[in-house]
């Protein structure tokens, strides 16, 4: 049988078969795209405020049974260049607003503004002078290659002209740069981290270490968008000491949750979750539930975060596990085209196949109709209808092998019959002597 005939004969069961097809392939690539189970988040140094945040994301996201790998750096920068490469394995990191090459948001997306990192101005309580003054003659630790605090430190002492008088800089960690301060080996620490850091607390409660202020803090403000003015409050760190013993003016930038853009969107709800559960919380910088925000410092928000902020999480998650919850999302939205074509055919189809079953009667009708008016015709004239005998065996011939389902078998016995009466009567007309 020709592929022809094969279509017109069995095109109902080849358009099911096709369609569930390609029903069967959809799901099968769905289920290729499931969330992963496992994902790589860079932080920060050991013990610095990014790790340990990073150690509550992975809790939380335990929950959820979602591994999250820990991977220790030394800072934002770092952070960004595992982002951007593909093959470092990493998919979201916590990165500093503002630093530096942070403008190249190429293939990242950020969930979000998480919490307040302020810039850190210890010294020795023996060093004397304020501001720049402070800071002539001595080594000062600025942060580890890769790190935020770095990369804006030395954007600062470029600007304000106080990198020459520096006596000698440092590329130290926080916790390494607070044991130097502590022990007398260094001057002055800058960090750029959390209020929560255990370095930052253990050098506000230390007597031998100061807090220096910003005296431009406005101007910084307002030479870098993404840095803002806190004060951190007289007596917060000791009441009854009075540490420290006057309000202190702090400049500050937002850390951001960024993501490289082919996390699975499942992971990224799972990501958001868990950042309004770690940063809703008040803090001496913020107010309550003024984190996670809808903010994007450098690299734009992705879509999920833009709808995570204005309607929460998927509501599928509130029955379902995230994984499920993200196949059964998919499916929806594979089978309203499908059955928005469905639907329609559904209707459409059983009357097309009851026209074209008939069609094949009705035209041979057609040709009876036809012989039968040549035929009145050839009697008026006195033609030859030998040529119409033929014309109808022929058409006798194709009822006789015509096939169709058994509930047009009755229009098919209906034209034989019709058939036999036209050639009957041609007959008898032949068989009438001429007067």
């Known amino acids: ?12 069961t080849i358009t ?4 569930a097809a390609a029903i069967a392939c959809a799901a099968l690539v769905m ?16 013990g610095d405020a990014y790790y340990e945040i990073g150690k509550r994301y992975r809790a939380v996201l335990a929950k959820a049974d979602v591994e999250v790998q820990l991977v220790s750096t030394a800072g934002s920068v770092e952070n960004l260049a595992l982002l951007h490469d593909p093959h470092a394995g990493a998919s979201v990191a916590l990165i500093q607003g503002g630093i530096p090459g942070s403008g190249d948001a190429s293939g990242l997306e950020s969930l979000g503004t998480v919490f307040y990192e302020p ?11 304020t501001g720049i003054e402070g800071l002539r003659g001595r080594k000062v630790s600025i942060g580890p290659e890769g790190s935020g605090t770095r990369a804006l430190s030395l954007d600062l002492m470029k600007r304000t002209g106080s990198g020459t008088q520096i006596g000698e800089v440092l590329a130290l960690p926080p916790q390494p740069a607070g044991d130097k301060l502590v022990a007398g080996e260094i ?20 007597e031998r270490v100061e807090l220096n202020g910003f ?8 030479l870098y968008p993404f840095l803002r003015k806190v004060v951190l409050p007289r007596g917060v760190t000791d009441l009854a000491k009075g540490r420290p013993p006057d309000d202190v003016v702090l400049v500050a930038a937002k850390a951001s949750l960024v993501v490289r853009k082919d996390l699975h969107p499942a992971i990224q709800y799972l990501l ?8 809703a919380s008040p803090s001496i910088f913020h107010r309550p539930n003024e984190f996670p925000a809808a903010e994007s410092v450098d690299i734009p928000l992705s879509s999920e ?15 379902f596990p995230f994984w499920m919850a993200a196949l059964i999302g998919k499916l929806v939205i594979l089978l309203i085209p499908i059955a928005g074509v469905l639907y329609p055919m559904s209707r459409l189809l059983p009357r097309l196949y009851d026209w074209m079953m008939r069609s094949k009667v009705v035209r041979m009708y057609g040709e009876l109709r036809l012989l039968e008016h040549e035929m009145i015709d050839a009697r008026a004239t006195g033609r030859d209808t030998r040529d119409m005998v033929a014309r109808l065996d022929s058409l006798e011939e194709q009822a006789n092998h015509l096939r169709v389902p058994v509930a047009y078998v009755s229009m098919l016995y209906m034209l034989r019959n019709h058939i036999g009466l036209v050639r009957d009567d041609m007959r008898k007309h032949a068989e009438k002597p001429a007067e």
Request: hydrophobic share 50%; glycine share 4%; net charge neutral.
């Open 1 to 12: 049988m020709r592929a022809g005939d094969v279509l017109r004969h069995h095109w109902p």
């Open 16 to 19: 099911i078969v096709v369609t």
């Open 31 to 46: 289920l290729r795209n499931l969330p992963p189970h496992r994902i790589v988040m860079a932080t920060g140094p050991e």
């Open 119 to 129: 810039m850190w101005w210890f010294h020795r309580r023996e060093v004397q002078g």
């Open 187 to 206: 001057d002055v620490a800058f960090m750029m981290t959390a209020w929560e850091a255990p370095v930052v607390q253990r050098l506000l409660a230390d």
């Open 215 to 222: 005296p431009h803090a406005d101007a910084f403000v307002a």
């Open 272 to 279: 958001l979750n868990a950042a309004a559960e770690i940063h």
């Open 305 to 319: 975060a833009v709808r995570f902020y204005k309607s929460g999480m998927p509501f599928l998650n509130d029955y």
